[in-house]
C-alpha cells in the first residue's frame, strides 16, 4: 500500500467517516475513494484538496497538519506551505 493509500485511511477512519460519507463530503465518487483506498488510482492535487478540506474542515493548527500529512503523502505540497525536512522525515 503507497503512502496515501495509508494516510488515507488512518484519516478517514480518525474522522470516524465511512467511505460514502467522504464521498459526499468531498464531491467524489465512491469509486473513487475505493480505488485510491486500494493504490488502483493516484490522486490528483484538486482530488487530494477535495479530500484534505472534507476529512479535516477544523482551523486549527492540529487540523492543518493532519490536512498537510495528506498532501505529502500524496507527493504534493499545498499551495502557500513551505515543507521543512522533519516533515519530508515524519511522512515517509
Keep these: 500500500m503507497t503512502d496515501f493509500a495509508t494516510e488515507l485511511r488512518r484519516q478517514l477512519d480518525a474522522a470516524g467517516l465511512s467511505q460514502n460519507a467522504l464521498a459526499r463530503r468531498s ?3 465512491p469509486g473513487m ?6 493504490d488502483i488510482r493516484t490522486p490528483s492535487r484538486e482530488t487530494v484538496g477535495s479530500l484534505a478540506a472534507a476529512l479535516v474542515p477544523g482551523d486549527t493548527a492540529a487540523d492543518a497538519q493532519r490536512r ?4 505529502l503523502a500524496a507527493g504534493l505540497v499545498p499551495d502557500g506551505y513551505e515543507v521543512t525536512a522533519l516533515e519530508r522525515v515524519e511522512v515517509g
Design 27 to 29: 464531491g467524489l465518487t
Design 33 to 38: 475513494i475505493s480505488r485510491m483506498l486500494h
Design 68 to 71: 498537510h500529512r495528506l498532501w
